[in-house]
């Protein structure tokens, strides 16, 4: 069973905050991702990772920052909060080695900006 | 570069009667590709895969879908869909190096 979880799942939050959104999984998968979905919209990629000390920017442009220290944990932080921040963010992870291996998603975070 | 489009954004369908979810992907590299579900306030599940090999591949929950090479198509079937089957779902490809491509989704709405 894929174990990728991300917290916090919902969080509401006022304009200007500073906020990490957590990732963590125990796969040992190198490649990580993080998506933004708005509800019942395509997915898109914001960020990605191959591994420690690798970061991209995805197709999508973000305020948002990642980091990625450990292999099993890719943080998402909005240094300020607005609320066109609004949406679900959903980390994912995948094999970097092996061919047509998936992702496999975490629960997502439902992040609201008042 | 890929792509990958779904043709329908929303389908209804009754419960017991057989679905049909399109998906038609474009690349220049060979790609693999992948069916996910998404039920409401959850991530993504995998559904199935196609890597290489039969055609058809089979899936959980009763769904199968079928590569079509010439027409670089990936349709996702289920002979009889029930209420649980309500979701999101969400076609994509990806190549060697694990770059994902999703579609925009198709809203599957099983009605009793």
């Known amino acids: 069973e894929a174990d990728i979880y991300q917290t916090p799942r919902y969080l509401v939050i006022g304009t200007g905050k500073k906020i990490t959104l957590e990732c963590s999984q125990t796969?040992?998968?190198?490649?990580m991702y993080w998506y933004q979905q708005d509800p019942g919209m395509e997915l898109h990629l914001i960020h990605y990772?191959?591994?420690?000390?690798?970061?991209e920017k995805g197709d999508l442009s973000s305020e948002s920052t990642v980091s990625r220290i450990r292999t099993e944990h890719f943080p998402l932080t909005l240094e300020s909060a607005r609320p066109s921040h609004t949406s679900q963010y959903l980390c994912?992870?995948?094999?970097?080695?092996?061919?047509?291996?998936?992702?496999?998603f975490g629960q997502g975070t439902r992040l609201t900006v008042v | 570069a890929q792509s990958v489009t779904q043709l329908d954004s929303q389908v209804p369908v009754f419960e017991e009667a057989p679905v049909e979810l399109r998906c038609n992907y474009s690349?220049?590299?060979?790609?693999?590709l992948f069916w996910y579900v998404q039920y409401p306030n959850q991530g993504l599940q995998l559904l199935l895969k196609?890597?290489?090999?039969?055609?058809l591949v089979k899936g959980i929950n009763g769904f199968e879908a079928e590569f079509n090479k010439s027409q670089t198509s990936f349709h996702l079937r289920k002979p009889s869909v029930h209420i649980s089957d309500t979701a999101e779902y969400f076609c994509?490809?990806?190549?060697?190096?694990?770059?994902?491509?999703f579609g925009p989704g198709t809203r599957l709405s099983v009605l009793p």
């Open positions: 994912a992870s995948s094999e970097s080695l092996g061919v047509g291996t998936e992702a496999f």
């Open positions: 796969m040992g998968h190198d490649k």
């Open positions: 990772s191959y591994g420690v000390n690798s970061t």
């Open positions: 690349s220049s590299v060979s790609v693999y």
């Open positions: 196609y890597l290489s090999g039969s055609t």
């Open positions: 994509a490809v990806s190549d060697r190096r694990q770059n994902f491509v």
